[in-house]
């Protein structure tokens, strides 16, 4: 088992709608939860992070992590073609060690 | 634009051949790293660097090394490229050591035959 597990995708949804996109993870230790957008043949770029459980926003974007069942969601709201891109979830230990999610793929249709 | 320059971009190579990744940043950051992207796979950490002159061993180090001699560059060398490690392989960097906010180069995408 991956210590952290993301659907692939691709997830297809018509531009304005939410978007919902789940991490589960296995180490209890993990503290800092972290979600990264990487558009195609780009480097990964920082969107937003949590630390220890409950919600985040940041605009359109609410990070969400329910560590009792060990649960991350990042919610985009009122989806743009420009959201189209893969997400990983990477969270972190008290030492800052990240474990990578393989990512999802979303793209919004116009 | 601040930010890390790698190259090259993208590399066909002969396996048994020597190969360098170059990885330059501009921020004065003092953590580098060297990641290794694989489709269905997380990214995979290969070296990283805390601070000039030192270096440390991730979670796939072996076929690379890397040197820190300064604090802008970052190279990465596979002795002997095998086709396992065909890849794309990131350069990031963060100001401080295990700081969770990474910024990432664009890649570089190597094709071992």
């Known amino acids: 088992q991956k210590e952290v597990e993301q659907d692939p995708g691709p997830l297809s949804v018509p531009e304005g709608a939410i978007v919902s996109l789940n991490c589960t993870y296995s180490?209890?230790?993990?503290?800092?939860f972290m979600w990264y957008r990487q558009y195609s043949r780009k480097g990964p770029e920082l969107l937003m992070y949590?630390?220890s459980s409950g919600n985040k926003e940041d605009g359109r974007f609410t990070a969400q992590v329910d560590k009792s069942s060990k649960y991350i969601s990042l919610f985009i709201r009122d989806s743009q073609p420009s959201d189209s891109a893969t997400y990983l979830c990477?969270?972190?230990?008290?030492?800052?060690?990240?474990?990578w999610g393989a990512g999802t793929k979303l793209i919004i249709k116009p | 634009i601040a930010g890390i320059t790698q190259a090259p971009t993208s590399q066909i190579l002969a396996a048994g051949r020597r190969m360098t990744l170059r990885c330059t940043q501009d921020?004065?950051?003092?953590?580098m790293y060297w990641y290794r992207q694989d489709l269905g796979l997380g990214l995979r950490l290969i070296h990283y660097?805390?601070?000039?002159?030192?270096?440390g061993k991730g979670e796939v180090p072996d076929g690379y090394s890397v040197s820190r001699a300064n604090t802008d560059d970052f190279p990465l060398t596979l002795a002997s490229a095998v086709p396992s490690q065909t890849s794309v392989y990131f350069c990031?960097?963060?100001?401080?050591?295990?700081?969770?906010?990474?910024?990432f180069g664009a890649g570089s995408r190597l094709t071992v035959l």
């Open positions: 921020m004065r950051h003092n953590a």
């Open positions: 180490n209890s230790a993990f503290q800092y």
């Open positions: 660097s805390n601070t000039a002159g030192t270096t």
């Open positions: 990477a969270p972190g230990d008290s030492n800052y060690q990240l474990i």
């Open positions: 990031a960097s963060s100001a401080s050591p295990g700081a969770n906010v990474l910024t």
């Open positions: 949590t630390y």
